[in-house]
């Protein structure tokens, strides 16, 4: 099965920074089937970025992802009070679906 | 709209099995799989698993092989997850969510709420 390694563990922000979030797989991701969920507490994830670089339906476009292959990453080109969170990178390419361990992006 | 509902938080014994449902509501039941994910409190997202809708077809993770069984009732548009031989490591929040599209593997556009199950004697 793809592993996926994220980092960093832990992103300290302020509200209007940059954040950029990486995940790594442990083999070649097939097709860039790689997608990015938030999850903040209480509340089920939620679908932002799919096929890499596809925003899901209403996700605002400071929110972009990129990469191929087994590198990764999800950009917020400018953090907004409700970005703070826990993001996860899953990849679809093979089964089993495999996610990452998480990156929770904080208010500094 | 799309909606998947859940079944409300279990408690359950080590060793008896558990059932939770996925109401799903606002398209064709029929036409998505439905994955289950499970989560560790503080933890990550864990796939166990899909069903497909339409003809009652599985695929399970290796690590849940023999303990997970998941059906279908398109009459009521509900999909079902049973864990058997619960241990103390199963007391962990579990999810529904829709894959995106059928065609090809694809990602969970619409998830359920959560279903809580506690694993004590």
């Known amino acids: 099965e793809i592993v996926l390694t994220q980092s960093p563990g832990t992103l300290s922000l302020s509200p209007g920074e940059r954040a950029t979030l990486s995940c790594r797989a442990s083999?070649?991701?097939?097709?860039?089937?790689l997608a990015w969920y938030q999850q903040k507490p209480g509340q089920a994830p939620r679908l932002l970025i799919y096929d890499a670089s596809s925003r899901a339906t209403g996700i605002p476009d400071r929110f972009s992802g990129s990469g191929s292959g087994t590198d990764f990453s999800l950009t917020i080109s400018r953090l907004e009070p409700e970005d703070f969170a826990v993001y996860h990178c899953?990849?679809?390419?093979?089964?089993?679906?495999?996610f990452g361990q998480g990156t929770k992006v904080e208010i500094k | 709209q799309v909606q998947l509902v859940q079944s409300g938080a279990e408690v359950k014994k080590p060793g008896a099995s558990v059932k939770v449902s996925c109401k799903a509501s606002g398209y064709t039941f029929t036409g998505y799989y439905i994955h289950w994910v499970r989560q560790a409190p503080g933890q990550g997202l864990e796939w166990m698993g899909r069903?497909?809708?339409?003809?009652?077809?599985?695929n399970y993770a290796q690590k849940f092989q023999g303990r997970v069984t998941m059906t279908r009732d398109t009459s009521i548009s509900t999909a079902f997850m049973e864990l058997s031989r619960l241990r103390s490591d199963d007391t962990v929040l579990y999810y529904c969510?829709?894959?995106?599209?059928?065609?090809?593997?694809?990602?969970?556009?619409?998830w359920g709420q959560g279903t809580l199950v506690t694993v004590s004697s």
């Open positions: 969510a829709r894959e995106r599209r059928s065609s090809h593997l694809d990602a969970f556009d619409y």
């Open positions: 899953q990849q679809y390419g093979s089964s089993p679906w495999t």
């Open positions: 083999q070649s991701v097939s097709s860039s089937y």
């Open positions: 069903i497909n809708p339409n003809n009652g077809g599985t």
